[in-house]
T-cell receptor
Framework: ETGVTQTPRHLVMGMTNKKSLKCEQH?????MYWYKQSAKKPLELMFV???????ENNSVPSRFSPECPNSSHLFLHLHTLQPEDSALYLC??????????????FGPGTRLTVL | AQKITQTQPGMFVQEKEAVTLDCTYD???????LFWYKQPSSGEMIFLIY??????QNATEGRYSLNFQKARKSANLVISASQLGDSAMYFC?????????????FGSGTRLQVQP
């Protein structure tokens, strides 16, 4: 299997549930990302992991918790979400270099609905 | 901080015609790059084309080309000979730089609809 995969593709959860999104890349990349895409808004960066270091957007609520056990796997743990968290969650990976060329390869996304 | 502006929320084009999708950007970096991605209704972001700020020629990839005007800070995407399968959202993006580890900043996107 190649590229970036995400599971599940669709998720419906209640506000009291705990769930996790999974992302896996088979490209040998050294950086992985979580983006959130809400309706009528640009993609928003949530978290970056590179070389096992996490960099996050300070506006991400603590109900979102990332985990990156190795360079190929990235998780997003969800708990006590709100309806406004309903969105498409996209995972991406890239190979960081010194140049400005940083093509990111995206997974198909997880469509999350919070009831 | 980088900023990407796409002023066309939606565009229509007839099949087989060319279309230009606008993108302007703002950055204080001397060296940077611009990306264009396509997002079909399935959701996956598909890389289309890249332009480096020091590239002397405008980038081309098949039916896609970039009209890069550095002085005007614009990097418009030109799609030639539009096909029905080109109907999708199109996003312009550039690396954030700094502690963002080059995650991308995206514009708000343009929805392109190709009509038969």
């Amino acid at each position: 299997e190649t590229g970036v995969t995400q599971t599940p593709r669709h998720l419906v959860m209640g506000m009291t549930n705990k769930k996790s999104l999974k992302c896996e890349q088979h490209l040998g990349h050294n950086a992985m990302y979580w983006y959130k895409q809400s309706a009528k808004k640009p993609l928003e960066l949530m978290f970056v992991y590179s070389l096992e270091e996490r960099v996050e957007n300070n506006s991400v609520p603590s109900r979102f918790s990332p985990e990156c056990p190795n360079s190929s796997h990235l998780f997003l743990h969800l708990h006590t979400l709100q309806p406004e968290d309903s969105a498409l969650y996209l995972c991406a990976s890239s190979r960081l270099t010194e140049s400005s060329y940083n093509e990111q390869f995206f997974g198909p996304g997880t469509r999350l609905t919070v009831l | 901080a980088q900023k990407i502006t796409q002023t066309q929320p939606g565009m229509f084009v007839q099949e087989k015609e060319a279309v230009t999708l606008d993108c302007t950007y703002d950055t204080s970096d001397q060296s940077y790059g611009l990306f264009w991605y396509k997002q079909p209704s399935s959701g996956e972001m598909i890389f289309l084309i890249y332009q480096g700020s020091y590239d002397e020629q405008n980038a081309t990839e098949g039916r896609y080309s970039l009209n890069f005007q550095k002085a005007r800070k614009s990097a418009n995407l030109v799609i030639s000979a539009s096909q029905l399968g080109d109907s999708a959202m199109y996003f312009c993006a550039m690396p954030r730089g700094g502690t963002g580890r080059r995650a991308l900043t995206f514009g708000s996107g343009t929805r392109l609809q190709v009509q038969p």
